[in-house]
């Protein structure tokens, strides 16, 4: 099942995905825009970054134009994440702190159980807090910053799990559609079955009587047998 922004574990629909990536990008172009005066390599680094954070959360639109499965896979996922975190700390920017939380977004969606999506979702999350603590923030900037990366993980990955409880009860209740279907054709084989039993039992027990009352009629009539 592929990981979300906005719902988990069913696949987001192709335009709210181009929506938040639209989001990101103003990010990125804001906070590049304001950190402009930080030089020309960190600027660049940062813009890489950008441009591969952006291109990583897009590739399942790409992927499902193509007709192709847009579920991410294990190392698309780890750059994508770790593109995140280190995009803030490279551009030395607090504005560009939200991309960080993108990779926790992504990592809440992963289905490879709770230790491993919260364990990648610290990584996307250090970006912020990093360059919270850069910036002299207090404790209350760097409880925000915590707090905010928490409850986005919680929120995804309570609904994919959701999702997942969904996907789970419709697969049951397929799996009980064909059984019942099954019985109901064990059910219609077995009335024709006897249907035909007691049909052919009739056809039969009549000839016996015809045959019957025929050899003896013909044995009144003296006809040999």
Known sequence: MDETWQDAESAPPRWDRLFVGAIIALILAGGLW??????????????????VVLALYLAPVLREARGR???????????LVVAAAALPVVADAPALAWVAYVGVGVAAAWDAGFAAAA???AVGMAGAVAVVVRHGGGPTDLLLAVT???GLFAMIALRRRQAEVVALAQAREVALAAEHARYLDSVRRRELAGQVHDA?????SGLVIDMQGTAAAARTAGVPP
């Open 34 to 51: 304001a950190d402009a005066d930080a030089g020309a390599p960190r600027v660049a680094g940062a813009a890489v970054l950008g441009v």
């Open 69 to 79: 499965p847009t579920h991410r896979r294990l190392p698309e996922r780890i750059v």
């Open 119 to 121: 364990g990648l979702a």
């Open 148 to 150: 905010i990366g928490v």
């Open 200 to 204: 052919l039992a009739h056809t039969l």
